[in-house]
């Protein structure tokens, strides 16, 4: 059973920047990784995900903050001009080869094999 390890996360001021980490067992091969966050009384979201060996999509709010990039079993997603609003657990998530529409990337239903998750906390 593959397994993904979060790390990178922790607390910042408004306007900071973070880089979380997600390492994979193996190789995830192709299909999509992707960065998924839930917020206290929230729904999980996707935030951003790499498909098929380097296709990006995000999320409106993220776009142009964050930036996702692999190196090899290791997923990252920088994220930069931080805001309260971005408090929350960031979850890394794969599908493991299997290759889901695009329209469907940032949709947690797709991904199979999850990580426990790294908290981000984002101060005023």
């Known amino acids: 059973q593959a397994q993904l390890v979060e790390s990178g996360g922790g607390s910042v001021e408004t306007g900071g920047s973070l880089r979380l980490s997600c390492e994979a067992s193996r190789y995830f091969g192709g299909g999509c990784t992707g960065w998924f966050r839930q917020a206290p009384g929230k729904e999980r979201e996707g935030v951003a995900a790499m498909c098929n060996f380097g296709s990006t999509v995000y999320a409106n709010s993220v776009t142009r903050r964050f930036t996702v990039s692999q190196d090899k079993k290791i997923l990252y997603l920088r994220m930069n001009s931080l805001t309260p609003e971005d408090t929350a657990r960031y979850y890394c998530?794969?599908?493991?080869?299997?290759?889901?529409?695009?329209?469907?990337?940032?949709?947690?239903?797709?991904?199979?094999?999850w990580g426990q998750g790294t908290q981000v906390t984002v101060s005023s």
């Open positions: 998530a794969s599908t493991w080869g299997r290759k889901p529409p695009v329209q469907n990337w940032l949709l947690q239903g797709e991904y199979s094999v």
